[in-house]
């Protein structure tokens, strides 16, 4: 069975600056898809950003970056010039075969950036 | 980007009552959508598949009979909590598949007294 581990309950940063969230993941499947996505306070789930596994390169938008390392099963999301708005949970999400759909997720990581 | 809906956005109702949560995708249409469960400050648990046409896959542990899901159009899946106690507080998330992405609902907070 597929896990997905997010280590950092909580995590706070100053605005401008740049935070690292962590995740990590087990799966003896070789093709699938990583997720991070958003939860403000309203609930509404947003997606930060998608890596394919078959692709070495690093996904990346605007200020949202992805660390993937396959062969260790991390998947690691930074945040550059962090805003007040980013304030949020972040949750890490792992799809298996990638035509399920069907998502697991990590549980969470509240981030809150700080004035 | 595609829209998905829910209503209500918060029902509270008496215990031992039933409460029917629509989904609907707005602008687009959805064979699949899933339905999740979120305890607070906790992440997301699926519940179940919704088919178009066809019946529901749940994932083990979620009661079928208790969590009905219909699938009635390729815009509109509906789940009912039946007989509902205090323990189905909770937040009910459904999402809908649309060009290889999963887009979901802002949620529905469901109260039991």
């Known amino acids: 069975a597929q896990t997905v581990t997010q280590s950092q309950p909580e995590m706070s940063v100053q605005e401008a600056e740049t935070v690292t969230l962590s995740c990590t993941y087990d799966?003896?499947?070789?093709?699938?898809?990583l997720f991070w996505y958003k939860q403000p306070p309203s609930r509404q789930m947003i997606l930060v950003i998608r890596?394919?596994?078959?692709?070495?390169q690093n996904a990346t938008e605007n200020r949202f970056s992805v660390n993937f390392q396959k062969a260790a099963k991390s998947f690691s999301l930074k945040i550059s010039d962090s805003q007040l708005g980013d304030t949020a949970m972040y949750f890490c999400a792992f799809m298996a075969p990638p035509g399920t759909y069907k998502y697991i997720f990590g549980t969470g990581t509240r981030l809150k950036v700080l004035a | 980007g595609a829209v998905v809906s829910q209503h209500p956005s918060w029902v509270i109702c008496k215990s031992g009552t039933s409460v029917k949560i629509e989904c609907r995708s707005l602008d687009f249409q959805a064979t699949t959508m899933f339905w999740y469960r979120q305890f607070p400050k906790q992440s997301l648990m699926l519940m179940a598949t919704?088919?178009?046409?066809?019946?529901?896959?749940?994932e083990q542990g979620v009661e079928k009979d208790k969590f009905l899901i219909n699938h009635a159009s390729l815009t509109l899946s509906t789940l009912t909590v039946t007989s509902a106690h205090p323990e189905d507080s909770s937040f009910y998330i459904c999402s809908a598949v649309s060009s290889y992405e999963q887009y979901f609902g802002p949620g529905t907070r469901l109260t039991v007294t």
């Open positions: 919704s088919n178009e046409g066809s019946k529901a896959t749940y």
């Open positions: 890596q394919e596994a078959y692709k070495q």
């Open positions: 799966t003896s499947e070789n093709n699938y898809y």
